[in-house]
């Protein structure tokens, strides 16, 4: 490398640093904010009807929200609306349940063109793999940090 | 050495351009020759409609030139995707010789350099370059499904949709007088969404070279004109040969910063194998046979990294050919 002038050069990279546009935070975390919340208001509202209108209580609640959520926002997906309301909302949209919807709908849609088994079936968890493999890993570490406590004291 | 002269100075005797509904409702719409409002262009699939795009060209070209497919030698053309399969799959319709060539986005130049310098020393007599993306199919590749709800930095760019192809040959044309083969540049920038800085070091070192080897001035060209640079990595650019002794500020374009309007709602504008020879072929080389152009030096640029090389940690090497193109 010595008689190359390719090696990481931090001048230059300061420099583009200094001279890239930054995400406006401010902007950025008030979408979130305002979407995500208004997504939450939602699913927190179908949590009263279910309970008020239909009677339901406990897990059995819980699931019904989380159905119709995940419904809603595979169906936006499908629409072509969630794309949108991400590029407007960052964050606000990715974290709720629709969000994790939207990861594994769209590349179930955008990999038809290869067929229902190499395409959809085989790419429909590209994104959300990576979240059901940390989610349940993590979920597994806190049981038995949960379990040993519990025995010991 | 990497700059050479063409003794014969081929022309360029027939162009053709197509663009999707975006870039023809873009800044340089209305030169675009093929526009589409749909972007599949009909067919099922969006590397599909990136080789009709390209097929398209190719055969609008090659009519534009009054020629026939007899009379082509070879088809050089290349685009993003893996294997370069929409070139490959548009010369399967020709009964030509074909050269597939890949420099990502500087593909376009690199095809103009062999194909002119094939034709210059008389082995082959008419030749097609051609280079063609697609932002669906470049998008699914590189990056995340379309309808995923994420944002895009400010520093992102859009790839263009669109395809641009010309015939070299021996005629009446703007004619291609010299040409710089670019060195692979990395300053070690690890960005993905920041093809503008991994870029520039390798336009910048091109640029120099060019003017150190031909001991011309920025000034000897109306237009110096870069192929994907975008907005920020034009900036940067400009800076860099800056500090090598060189002021390009008066007479630089950038395909990318000009193919949209309103760039910045594109973030720093249009960038894709197709970017500059949809540009070029639409755009300059209009200007160019008006006479309102009578000397440019095309420069596109490219980033030569796969998801795989990012993924692994490595830094974007950034590559750009130079060729100069008069009447």
Redesign the interface.
Same mark, same amino acid.
């Given at each position: 490398m010595e008689n190359n002038?390719?090696? =990481?050069? %931090?001048n230059?990279?300061n !420099? /583009?640093k200094s001279?890239? *546009?930054? $995400?406006n935070e401010k902007r950025?975390l008030i979408r979130a904010f305002l979407v995500g919340g208004l997504i939450c208001s939602i699913g927190q509202g179908l949590r009263y009807m279910f309970q008020y209108l239909v009677g339901l209580e406990g897990d059995e609640l819980a699931a019904y929200v989380s159905a119709v959520m995940i419904f809603l926002g595979a169906f936006l $997906?499908?629409l072509?609306v !969630? %794309?949108? =309301?991400?590029?407007f909302?960052?964050g606000g949209? =990715?974290v709720p349940i629709t969000?994790f919807a939207?990861?594994v /709908?769209? *590349?179930a849609?955008?990999?038809k $063109?290869e067929g229902y088994v190499y395409g959809v079936a085989a790419k429909m968890f590209? =994104?959300a793999g990576p979240i059901i493999v940390f989610g349940v890993a993590s979920s597994v570490l806190v049981g038995l940090i949960y379990y040993g406590i519990y025995n010991i004291f | 050495m990497r700059t050479f002269y063409y003794k014969n100075k081929p022309s360029i005797i027939g162009v053709s351009s197509v663009g999707g509904p975006k870039e023809s409702a873009g800044e340089l719409g209305e030169y675009i020759e093929i526009k589409s409002n749909d972007d599949t262009f009909g067919e099922k699939t969006f590397e599909k409609a990136e080789k009709k795009m390209l097929y398209t060209v190719i055969d609008n070209s090659i009519k534009n030139a009054n020629k026939g497919i007899d009379d082509i030698d070879a088809i050089i053309a290349g685009d993003l995707l893996d294997q370069i399969i929409s070139a490959t799959f548009s010369a399967r319709s020709f009964d030509a010789g074909y050269l597939g060539v890949y420099n990502a986005c500087a593909t376009f130049t690199e095809a103009l350099t062999i194909g002119a310098a094939l034709v210059d020393g008389g082995y082959l007599k008419n030749v097609v370059c051609g280079t063609s993306s697609h932002f669906s199919s470049a998008e699914r590749q590189y990056r995340y499904p379309l309808e995923l709800g994420c944002t895009r930095p400010p520093q992102a760019q859009w790839t263009v949709t669109g395809a641009g192809a010309c015939v070299i040959g021996q005629g009446e044309g703007a004619k291609i007088s010299c040409a710089t083969v670019g060195r692979v540049v990395d300053f070690g920038v690890v960005d993905v969404n920041n093809m503008g800085a991994a870029m520039a070091p390798a336009a910048a070192d091109t640029l120099y070279t060019h003017f150190k080897e031909t001991g011309k001035t920025p000034d000897y060209y109306d237009v110096i004109i870069s192929g994907d640079l975008g907005i920020l990595g034009s900036r940067i650019l400009t800076d860099l040969v800056w500090q090598k002794g060189y002021d390009i500020s008066k007479n630089y374009l950038d395909c990318g910063a000009m193919v949209y309007k309103n760039a910045k709602k594109e973030y720093q504008g249009g960038s894709g194998a197709g970017c500059s020879s949809m540009v070029f072929c639409a755009y300059f080389y209009k200007m160019l046979r008006e006479k309102k152009l009578k000397r440019i030096l095309l420069m596109s640029t490219g980033a030569l990294l796969s998801s795989l090389s990012s993924q692994q940690g490595e830094s974007i090497p950034g590559i750009a050919h130079a060729v100069c193109i008069e009447i």
């Open positions: 002038q390719n090696f =990481i050069n %931090d230059y990279l !420099y /583009v001279v890239s *546009p930054k $995400t950025s $997906t499908g072509g !969630y %794309d949108r =309301i991400g590029k909302a960052g949209s =990715i969000g939207n990861s /709908v769209s *590349p849609i955008e990999f $063109t590209v =994104i | -």
